[in-house]
């Protein structure tokens, strides 16, 4: 094996926390999110007291320091990867909206400075869900995600923002934000907002997809913040931020299409024509034995890219590859699923078409799901 050759491979072996946390997950996504996801979607509103619900999981008190009252277990790139791909099985968009609060957490415990961590994340070790987000897209048809239009100008009191965020998950009601601006002269920065200060204004979002997830636009028009919202000492690494939330992305996107794969499975067994299954039609068959082979590589792609970040290893071609790789073929099986539905994956009654429309989704999301 040559020099240019990278020898080193990971280990596909669940650990007794892992397994025990996947059926914990998996049987809340079954239980607790598929049951209501329907009618979220069509309401385009989280069901009261869901996100509640979400803290028996400790999603985000998981890595907190026990010091600040958290668990203690430590930034877990590869359990955060299963516990998206897990939540998202039952529903995309409120898994979207679950892990969400985490990509906040995980953000200040990998840039922020102790006292921010001292100051926020002992409010995630409570018995109530903090809604918190993330706000790095841009609406805008030329968006570069390592480029952001959003600028912070340094006062003698801390910064101003002025800018336009859109796509933000939870971003209506979420009292904790953490935003990515240009900071002029100096490059590329995040800043802790809390709650709504005067030149913030939120405006709710109708998309066709990620109804439920509330995501929305936030408009900054001359926003003071104190200094000690910049987060971190220095610079924002926006590249292992964005490259972090990429393999978040992914997971959302392999936890969705397993769910539509699962469902046309048994769907096209079930379904008979001419006498038979239509799954004794080699161009049914065939078609899902591709969506098979299709998921099965974005699900490697992904845990290799999150076993390289959680080793302290370069992951970044590892999490462009798998998004770029997600984002064609998560819509893909999306578009295959409600194909093989035939007249009723056009239909409502059947889950394949909002699944579809949420993958559509996996393409464009940049700065949400941080692992």
């Known amino acids: 094996m040559t020099d240019a050759v990278d020898d080193r491979l990971f280990d596909l072996t669940l650990t007794d926390d892992q397994r025990m946390n996947r059926d914990t997950v998996q049987r809340f996504a079954k239980n607790d999110i598929r049951p209501v996801a329907k009618n979220a979607d069509e309401s385009a509103a989280t069901p009261e007291g869901f996100y509640q619900r979400t803290m028996e999981l400790g999603l985000a008190l998981m890595p907190v320091p026990e010091a600040l009252g958290g668990a203690g277990v430590g930034r877990a790139c590869i359990s955060n990867a299963l516990n998206a791909e897990d939540l998202a ?109 005067q030149g913030l204004s939120r405006e709710l979002e109708s998309n066709m997809g990620l109804r439920a997830v509330e995501t929305a636009t936030l408009t900054f028009e001359q926003v003071a913040l104190p200094a000690d919202s910049l987060l971190g000492d220095g610079l924002f690494d926006l590249q292992r931020f964005i490259d972090l939330s990429r393999i978040g992305v992914c997971a959302l996107a392999v936890g969705t299409c397993q769910a539509v794969l699962d469902y046309v499975v048994d769907y096209c067994n079930d379904r008979v024509a001419f006498g038979e299954p239509i799954t004794h039609r080699q161009s049914v068959a065939f078609m899902i034995a591709d969506m098979a082979i299709e998921l099965e590589a974005m699900r490697l792609m992904t845990w290799k890219a999150a076993s390289r970040a959680e080793q302290g290893m370069d992951f970044h071609q590892q999490a462009y590859l798998a998004k770029a790789f997600c984002s064609e073929h998560a819509m893909k099986i999306g578009t295959d699923g409600v194909q093989l539905l035939g007249g009723h994956g056009f239909c409502r009654e059947h889950p394949v078409e909002q699944w579809y429309r949420n993958l559509r989704a996996i393409g464009i999301l940049e700065g949400v799901a941080s692992v």
């Open 89 to 197: 099985h039952g529903d995309l968009s409120l898994a979207l909206g679950s892990i969400t609060p985490l990509a906040f957490v995980n953000t200040l415990l990998d840039q922020g400075t102790d006292a921010q961590r001292e100051k926020y994340l002992p409010r995630f070790c409570g018995e109530h869900f903090v809604a918190a987000t993330t706000a790095l897209m841009e609406p805008r048809a030329t968006f570069e995600p390592t480029e952001p239009r959003m600028t912070a100008k340094r006062t003698d009191n801390g910064f101003v923002l002025d800018g336009v965020k859109s796509l933000v998950p939870l971003g209506v009601s979420a009292e904790l934000l953490l935003v990515v601006a240009q900071l002029a002269t100096e490059g590329p920065a995040a800043f802790i907002v809390e709650g709504t200060p």
